[in-house]
């Protein structure tokens, strides 16, 4: 089943704007981590965030956490139109497999 | 430092025939997870090994699919008899402890594209 769920499933939006991806989970996690997939591509490691840790940053990105609802946004600020690919959050426990949501697809046009 | 590599990066298979696919993991990593990716969908986990051994294939078929990650050489994913719906993208990561993070975090290869006709 399903651990991590993100939403909206699509996203457009104009270069220069923020854009905002939301993933919910199901069970308790040791860490959360945000993927990045170009078209046909392999995944790309964005970020990852304790279960201790509430809000962190990398450049453009943002991540937040709330353990209590769990779950997790990822935003990306000033979007260019590289930033267009699928966004997966996935998360688990130290040393298990990830466990992934279907993704957030996100376009950014010029 | 070489990332994860996985070749072929495509792969094309008869129904019945059968499919290897193989990892090598980032250099000092002992871990590898084996991911399947249905189009428009997210990863999906099958099996983690660490050298000579299966730790989890809970997420693996129980039939025609098997791994191994020998002691010395790739990670091989191993398909026999494969079917249509074996179409997809199989992806690798290895992984290593990050003390400051306290965690394991997973590094990707760009995937292998199997296709059964």
């Known amino acids: 089943s399903q651990q991590g769920e993100e939403d909206p499933q699509a996203l457009s939006i104009q270069e220069g704007e923020n854009a905002t991806m939301n993933c919910s989970y199901k069970t308790s996690i040791n860490n959360l981590q945000w993927y990045r997939q170009n078209s046909g591509r392999g995944l790309v490691h964005l970020i990852l965030i304790r279960s201790n840790e509430r809000e962190k940053h990398s450049g453009r990105l943002r991540v937040t956490l709330d353990t209590s609802k769990k779950s997790s946004s990822l935003l990306i600020t000033a979007s260019r139109a590289a930033d267009t690919a699928s966004y997966f959050c996935a998360t688990g426990q130290a040393g298990t497999a990830l466990i992934f949501g279907k993704g957030t697809t996100l376009s950014v046009s010029s | 430092n070489a990332g994860v590599m996985q070749n072929p990066r495509h792969l094309v298979r008869r129904r019945g025939q059968e499919a290897r696919l193989r990892c090598s993991p980032m250099?000092?990593?002992?871990?590898v997870y084996w991911y399947r990716q249905l189009p428009e969908e997210g990863l999906k986990f099958m099996v983690y090994?660490?050298?000579?051994?299966?730790?989890?294939e809970s997420g693996m078929p129980k039939e025609r699919f098997s791994a191994e990650f020998p002691k010395e050489g790739p990670s091989i994913l191993r398909i026999q008899q494969v079917v249509r719906g074996d179409s997809a993208a199989y992806f690798c990561?290895?992984?290593?402890?990050?003390?400051?993070?306290?965690?394991?975090?997973?590094?990707f290869g760009p995937g292998t594209r199997l296709t059964v006709t």
């Open positions: 990561a290895s992984s290593i402890y990050n003390a400051g993070q306290n965690s394991y975090e997973q590094y």
């Open positions: 090994l660490q050298k000579e051994n299966i730790i989890d």
């Open positions: 250099k000092g990593h002992s871990h």
